[in-house]
């Protein structure tokens, strides 16, 4: 499963209750987890890649309500056309047996992402019930082709784009976030930039995506940092430090 957000609530202060909450006699349907509204699906597609004029196969990430004309459009592939819809796994036997352990019920529906959503939580010290994660971030994530459970909130969204975009478009968003901090500015993805000011971002990029010590203190900022539906004041790391000395040089800070 790919890395998820980390959590940063005390370790066992909810334990107790979240045990009653999961016990096998309580009802997971009326006081359980909301899987999302927008779900994942992935799907085989086979057709005619229009750069070689050769059958070529791809994983592609779509909403579960896409059509056959959307999945074949997303494939970027041409006809004649094999589309296959890939089944989820279910949790394994390892996550199942910890889970118990924990005194934790999954969803009947939950997949191995799923439960790994709730295991990490677990582990987080945060609570395990979570709202779901907003439609239009989940939009988001399918259209880069990120995978999303169907019971992921906001932190396991944003760590999940924070760990699998580029290296490059993850250097202009932090950009982007400490432009935030130093100017009161709200911008939560790179989508919602003037296009002077998102160039401005991915020319930092450019230059510090290769840059060790940027890359290492990066590795301190979290999901909880940097999530995607707000932007909240960030810690002053060399990370930071750095953004702020370049949006200096160029006259924005």
């Known amino acids: 499963a790919p890395a998820l957000g980390r959590g940063g609530c005390k370790r066992g202060e909810r334990m107790g209750f ?20 927008v779900v994942c699906d992935y799907y085989s597609v086979k057709g005619v890649n ?8 791809k994983i592609i990430v779509v909403d579960s309500t896409s059509t056959e ?15 296959e819809k890939l089944n989820q796994e279910a949790p394994t036997d390892r996550q199942i047996a ?3 352990k924990l005194g934790i019920v999954f969803p009947a529906d ?17 609570p395990l019930v979570q709202p779901p994660a907003p439609d239009t971030l989940v939009r988001y994530l399918i259209g880069k ?63 510090y995506e290769a840059d060790g010590d940027f890359l290492r203190s ?12 707000a932007c909240p004041r960030l810690k ?3 990370a930071y430090e750095m953004a702020v000395d370049f949006l200096k040089n160029r006259g924005f800070a």
């Open 18 to 37: 979240f045990s009653r909450l999961f016990s096998k006699t309580e009802k997971i349907s009326t006081v359980g987890p909301q899987r999302n509204n």
């Open 236 to 238: 002053k790391l060399k």
């Open 98 to 100: 910890y889970a118990e």
């Open 145 to 207: 082709g990120i995978f999303v459970p169907a019971y992921a909130g906001i932190s396991e969204v944003s760590g999940l784009y924070l760990n699998n975009v580029s290296r490059n478009e993850k250097a202009a968003f932090f950009c982007m976030r400490v432009f935030c901090s130093i100017k009161n500015k709200s911008y939560c993805l790179l989508e919602d930039v003037p296009l002077a000011e998102r160039n401005l971002f991915f020319e930092f990029a450019n230059a």
């Open 69 to 83: 004309e959307e999945i074949q459009e997303k494939s970027g592939l041409l006809p004649p056309y094999e589309i």
């Open 50 to 57: 229009p750069d070689t004029n050769r059958r070529k196969s």
């Open 218 to 229: 990066l590795l301190h900022y979290t999901a909880e940092d940097l999530p995607l539906n």
């Open 110 to 126: 939950a997949s191995v992402s799923d439960a790994s959503v709730f295991l990490t939580r677990h582990e987080d010290g945060v």
